[in-house]
């Protein structure tokens, strides 16, 4: 490594009065083809430090060295703070020591972006591990995501961390999915608005926010990770899409990472007319495009669409993707080669380069007051900030499912057999993508580094007075049955039976959920299925509660209980969440994103489906009526949702209508009710959804309460795309829903939407507003 004795070369460059892309473009014309090159990389350093964090790492280890992936330049840094465990302190003042070498080895002093996951938290030892982004999802509460991303920004910004990698604003299409447990849910309109928050609460921090993954991941043919998209170019722009389209006009991203899979036989991370031509040209995104992990490499070593590294970087940069992750392997001297024989132009080079000084221009990189020592505010990654915000996620997702006999909440029980296990396990209300689940496995001798009581635990402390007791019964996975009867004979001793099963995440196989955990079936994982049985065979009053990342089919056994509780990953908050749901001491408000499947409904399938996707007599003998519906979720209250009228039942193809409907809590106390406005268009010249969600809100009642509510809905939000691929929004009856869930009936109203047909872009209304009023 040469370290420069000089002081920086100066320029315009480094004037903050002028805009970020002129300063940019003298930087640019400043620099030799090399040190251009060198902003188009990046380098892991501690990739060593542990275990596979990452799809494929061990193909890759020793890839690099620092000080020569430095030499004239670096474009990021790779997880400094979330590769191994690092206290604050300690990482704070590795990544300083790092940028130093970085700024004192390029003759412009330019430091590296540093980039961190930041899924369900700042990835990184000792923070909060907010619930997984499904159980953000649950909320139904985009103001509660947008604060929680804020405090995660804040907390990497403290620290000299520049860029996080989330949302995902992958929609899910198929349960068996490993990576459920990171979306956002089944439906385009909620992911949507709620990474539409979470990008403006990070940004609002400082922190660059990165779409993933671009684009179709979710819809891997059999759910298989990385597998090709099965899906059409009209699923492709009217559910997938949808998200990412939001988040970069409406929200104006300034990251995007592709996707690893192919569609229709193009891989994404060599798609030009994806990169470029949709992301860039139609929807005017103006940030880099950020490759995931080894995506370049894997051009070549997976996708067989180049002969070698040298072929898969001259795809890649060509296709707009402008910065190779993890570190650099096609964009360092194969792209140099490129250019010298000239099969890629300077112009080519030029173009991704630009992107990336302009954004570290943005980022304050290039003002001449930046030091790597200037982060010296004291860490606190676990503080009572971040905690309650991550109380109140856990809080406003535990969906509770139903109640039949009104066994919730608990009075007084005596005695309580908790039983599972997923009862005992702190892991268990994690998602893969948190530091204790995705790197301590490595790191066998290391605490969790945060407090996070098991739901045992939680219950111990929600009911003092009772007697509990506890049984595993069965692991969460294996073949093992040696505890289902000691679990029998706690179940049958006990007044109460709690029985908490699931999910534990992992990575690539290593967990029931998570990264690379895909699976066949939706039968709970393991033996638990068989424990469940055995145990409510015995016990005299139950109560199913299921930890998971993704819906299991439970259909039959919420059946057979007393009362069913569902939390997705709830996070360190989760068990008191729990507990408190159990008690009574919290009023349930969370609404299910997905459904949870039927015993015998097939894969894929989400609520959003044209009619013959639904059941259809006389046609199949598989039914894929949901157990409980999109949306669905049960308070301690009764809601009711009555006087839906609009305001006018005539609009024009570029109209709009305020449809105003009040809801009343019946009940016996306060709780939340969330009412969906839900679309249906009965005659398209294209199949469409027989519902769709368009609005939500939420509103807390006191007992005995009504207010209204109005939903301002645009035409545009009726707008598909037609055969001709192009959106439209086409005249005609529809039928506007206010319900509680999908499969509620609601009150409905229709409106004719007048006029000629209209074809629409990225311009159009893609939000329904909401205003409360009192009733």
């Not at 490759?291 to 894997?298: E, G, K």
């Not at 002969?307 to 970087?313: E, F, L, N, P, Y």
């Not at 459904?595 to 409904?601: E, S, V």
Request: charged share 20%; aromatic share 6%; glycine share 10%.
């Amino acid at each position: 490594m040469t370290i420069s004795d000089e002081r920086p070369t100066t320029g315009l460059w480094n004037d903050p009065a002028l805009p970020a892309p002129v300063r940019a473009r003298a930087l640019l014309d400043a620099m030799t083809q090399a040190e251009k090159v060198a902003q188009l990389g990046s380098t892991w350093p501690d990739h060593d430090a542990g275990g596979d964090v990452a799809p494929m790492q061990e193909t890759f280890r020793g890839a690099d060295r620092f000080g020569e992936a430095i030499a004239e330049g670096l474009g990021q840094l790779t997880r400094v703070f979330g590769t191994a465990p690092v206290d604050p302190e300690a990482g704070r003042a590795r990544l300083m020591a790092l940028q130093e070498q970085v700024v004192a080895a390029n003759r412009f002093g330019i430091p590296a972006v540093a980039h961190e996951e930041c899924l369900t938290g700042f990835f990184t030892w000792q923070a909060t591990v907010y619930p997984t982004p499904l159980a953000w999802a649950a909320t139904f509460n985009p103001a509660l995501v947008g604060r929680m991303a804020e405090a995660i920004g804040s907390d990497m910004a403290a620290v000299g961390v520049h860029q996080g990698l989330a949302p995902v604003l992958d929609v899910v299409r198929d349960y068996r999915w490993g990576r459920v447990e990171e979306t956002l849910g089944e439906d385009p309109y909620l992911v949507s608005e709620l990474g539409l928050s979470y990008v403006r609460g990070l940004q609002s921090s400082g922190v660059v926010a990165t779409l993933k993954h671009f684009a179709g991941y979710s819809t891997s043919r059999a759910a298989r990770n990385h597998a090709p998209a099965a899906l059409g170019p009209r699923e492709l722009a009217d559910i997938i899409l949808v998200p990412f389209e939001k988040a970069v006009v409406d929200g104006r991203v300034r990251s995007v990472m592709n996707a690893y899979n192919d569609i229709d036989g193009v891989p994404c991370g060599a798609d030009e007319t994806l990169l470029t031509g949709l992301l860039r040209d139609t929807w005017g995104f103006e940030g880099t495009v950020v490759s995931d992990y080894w995506a370049v490499a894997f051009l070549a070593s997976m996708h067989h669409v180049a002969d070698d590294v040298t072929g898969a970087a001259q795809a890649a940069l060509r296709a707009g993707l402008d910065v190779e992750l993890p570190h650099t392997s096609g964009y360092g001297e194969p792209l140099q080669a490129l250019l010298r024989d000239g099969r890629v132009s300077t112009e080519t080079l030029d173009r991704s380069v630009l992107r990336v000084l302009t954004q570290k221009a943005e980022l304050g990189l290039l003002d001449p007051d930046w030091k790597p020592g200037q982060y010296t505010t004291p860490a606190d990654f676990d503080s009572p900030r971040n905690r309650g915000i991550a109380r109140d996620l856990a809080e406003q997702s535990v969906v509770l499912l139903n109640n039949p006999s009104g066994a919730l909440p608990l009075a007084s029980p005596k005695s309580i057999a908790v039983i599972g296990p997923a009862a005992d396990d702190a892991r268990c209300l994690f998602g893969c993508y948190s530091f204790p689940n995705h790197v301590l496995p490595h790191h066998f001798e290391t605490p969790l580094g945060v407090e996070a009581p098991t739901v045992l635990e939680g219950i111990r402390r929600e009911f003092p007075d009772a007697s509990v007791h506890h049984e595993v019964g069965c692991p969460i996975t294996g073949d093992d049955r040696s505890g289902i009867e000691a679990a029998v004979a706690a179940a049958a001793a006990a007044d109460l039976t709690i029985l908490v099963v699931g999910d534990r995440s992992g990575m690539f196989g290593e967990g029931t959920s998570g990264e690379g955990c895909d699976v066949g079936t939706l039968t709970l994982p393991g033996v638990q299925e068989d424990l469940v049985e055995a145990v409510f065979g015995a016990a005299s009053h139950t109560v199913l509660v299921v930890v998971s990342g993704r819906p299991y089919a439970i259909g039959r056994h919420a059946q057979t209980t007393d009362a069913t509780v569902q939390a997705f990953f709830p996070g360190e908050e989760g068990s008191a969440a729990i507990a408190g749901v159990l008690s009574g001491r919290i009023n349930p408000s969370g609404r299910l994103p997905v459904q949870i499947p039927g015993d015998t409904a097939g894969q894929p399938g989400t609520y959003l489906a044209p009619p013959l996707a639904l059941k259809s007599d006389g046609v199949s003998n598989i039914d894929p009526t949901p157990a409980f519906p999109f949306g669905h979720g049960l308070s301690y209250t009764d809601f009711a949702i009555g006087d839906v009228r609009a305001d006018t039942e005539t609009i024009a193809v570029d109209g709009s209508v305020t449809v105003r409907a009040t809801v009343s809590n019946t009940g016996p106390r306060a709780g939340t009710s969330v009412p969906q406005l839900y679309l249906t268009d009965p005659v398209a010249s294209v199949t469409r959804p027989v519902r769709q969600l368009i609005g939500f809100t939420r509103i807390e009642l006191a007992a005995g309460e009504s207010r209204a509510v109005e939903f301002q809905f645009h035409a545009d939000l009726t707008s598909f795309t037609g055969r001709d691929l192009r959106r439209r929004v086409e005249p005609g009856w529809i039928t506007l829903t206010v319900a509680q869930s999908a499969g509620d009936a609601g009150g409905a109203v229709q409106v004719k939407l007048e006029g000629a047909r209209r074809f629409v872009d990225h311009t159009r209304t893609m939000t329904t507003a909401v205003t409360l009023l009192r009733d």
